[in-house]
T-cell receptor, first 112, second 112 residues
Framework: DAGITQSPRHKVTETGTPVTLRCHQTENHRYMYWYRQDPGHGLRLIHY???????DKGEVSDGYSVSRSKTEDFLLTLESATSSQTSVYFC???????????FGEGSWLTVV | GQQLNQSPQSMFIQEGEDVSMNCTSS?????WLWYKQDPGEGPVLLIA?????ELTSNGRLTAQFGITRKDSFLNISASIPSDVGIYFCASSRGFGNEKLTFGTGTRLTIIP
């Protein structure tokens, strides 16, 4: 158990509604990441954070925003959910950029 | 974006057999990682490679960082039922984990 809690674990939402996924860590790690996993694509980085209020875009950041107001929480927001954002979202943490990344258990999001 | 070609996509083997899978890319990478994902869970790191030519073992698992820095392989010896799952390679152009690129996975199934 890497001390990562994702919430909600499962959510069904309607197109056009805002959605926020939360990642909470108890490890005090500096780096936090949000990935999405889709069949045929593996895991793709959405955004990551290298400290409080410090974030950067990943490979598939369009349509997503993030915030990190404290070390332990990293929020992923879909301002207006679309069906193409139906996916499994994984949060990950690492103590530094050169260390092992630990993944959470995932959040299943369905946009109908 | 960067792409990793992971093969095979799936494998059906009998318990006790050895397994080999690989990842290739047209780009040079400085970090190669191998993860395993069980159903409904996040990926778990198996082996990390940081140097071209490096050969690293973790129990029955052995992975190598290709000398050209464009490929890596993972071998599993004497497979057992708990080896079932999806194996992902991941790589980074840097020596950190900020922007990992993941392969599309190899699904390993053990036939009774």
């Amino acid at each position: 158990d890497a001390g990562i809690t994702q919430s909600p674990r499962h959510k069904v939402t309607e197109t056009g509604t805002p959605v926020t996924l939360r990642c909470h860590q108890t490890e005090n790690h500096r780096y936090m990441y949000w990935y999405r996993q889709d069949p045929g694509h593996g895991l793709r980085l959405i955004h990551y954070s290298y400290g409080v209020k410090d974030t950067d875009k990943g490979e598939v950041s369009d349509g997503y925003s993030v915030s990190r107001s404290k070390t332990e929480d990293f929020l992923l927001t879909l301002e207006s959910a679309t069906s193409s954002q139906t996916s499994v979202y994984f949060c990950a943490i690492s103590p530094s950029s050169g260390n092992t990344i630990y993944f959470g258990e995932g959040s299943w999001l369905t946009v109908v | 974006g960067q792409q990793l070609n992971q093969s095979p996509q799936s494998m059906f083997i009998q318990e006790g057999e050895d397994v080999s899978m690989n990842c290739t890319s047209s780009s040079i990478f400085n970090t190669w990682l191998w993860y395993k994902q069980d159903p409904g869970e996040g990926p778990v790191l198996l082996i990390a490679l940081y140097k071209a030519g490096e050969l690293t073992s973790n129990g029955r698992l052995t992975a190598q960082f290709g000398i050209t820095r464009k490929d890596s392989f993972l071998n599993i010896s004497a497979s057992i039922p708990s080896d079932v799952g999806i194996y992902f390679c991941a790589s980074s152009r840097g020596f950190g984990n900020e922007k990992l690129t993941f392969g599309t996975g190899t699904r390993l199934t053990i036939i009774p």
